[in-house]
């Protein structure tokens, strides 16, 4: 099982404000994503990394932007938050070989008032 | 289009019932997993087929890749309350691809 941690696990705020939404994993994995989930729905990836100083933006379009200048952290962040960013953020990461594997953290849940 | 189609979409059954939930594509691919994600929780890695014909057990949980590597199957037998959640199949072809999801809901 893969130790890969977000925080925070909820976070509500007022339009307009800038959060950052940290990703972090032990296990050493050079593949990292952000997919952004509404409840019970399907999961849409928004941003991938492959290693260190590699990004890049995934199939649904987001406002958000990602960085990765360590291997084991892959943080997210908003400029400028509004309502229709109020959804479920999960993290992933996988191993660069093998089975194309993902093992999640436990998400964010964000609330933009 | 879902490049991974899952079927059924919702499926609601008492206790101690079989149920199978299948992930279908075109597509050939290399691997196929299978997650169950709780409501507010991250998906769970449950299994990973690699071999065209697969058969993997895990408890009362059996997945079956198929022969040519285009679809899969999960099989629960004797479903219990605890089973209660999404279950969502995925896999790689160039990038990775996420199933919509089959709903499970078990009645006591």
């Known amino acids: 099982e893969a130790d890969i941690y977000q925080t925070p696990r909820y976070l509500v705020i007022g339009t307009g404000k800038k959060i950052t939404l940290e990703c972090s994993q032990t296990m050493g994995h050079d593949k990292m994503y952000w997919y952004q989930q509404d409840p019970g729905m399907e999961l849409h990836l928004i941003h991938y990394s492959y290693g260190v100083n590699s990004t890049e933006k995934g199939d649904l379009s987001s406002e958000s932007t990602v960085s990765r200048i360590r291997t084991e952290h892959f943080p997210l962040t908003l400029e400028s938050a509004r309502p229709s960013h109020t959804s479920q953020y999960l993290c992933?990461?996988?191993?660069?070989?093998?089975?194309?594997?993902?093992?999640f953290g436990p998400g964010t849940r964000l609330t933009v008032l | 289009t879902q490049l991974l189609e899952q079927s059924p979409q919702f499926l609601s059954i008492q206790e101690g019932e079989n149920l199978t939930v299948y992930c279908n594509s075109s597509s050939v691919f290399s691997s196929l997993q299978w997650y169950r994600q709780e409501p507010g929780e991250g998906p769970v890695l449950l299994v990973t087929?690699?071999?065209?014909?697969e058969v993997k057990k895990l408890k009362r949980l059996t997945f079956q890749f198929g022969d040519a590597r285009k679809d899969s199957s999960l099989h629960i037998t004797a479903a219990q309350t605890g089973d209660t959640g999404l279950y969502l199949c995925?896999?790689?072809?160039?990038?990775?691809?996420f199933g919509s999801g089959t709903k499970l809901n078990v009645k006591p």
């Open positions: 995925a896999g790689g072809i160039a990038k990775f691809y």
């Open positions: 087929v690699v071999t065209g014909g």
């Open positions: 992933a990461s996988g191993p660069r070989t093998g089975a194309d594997t993902q093992y």
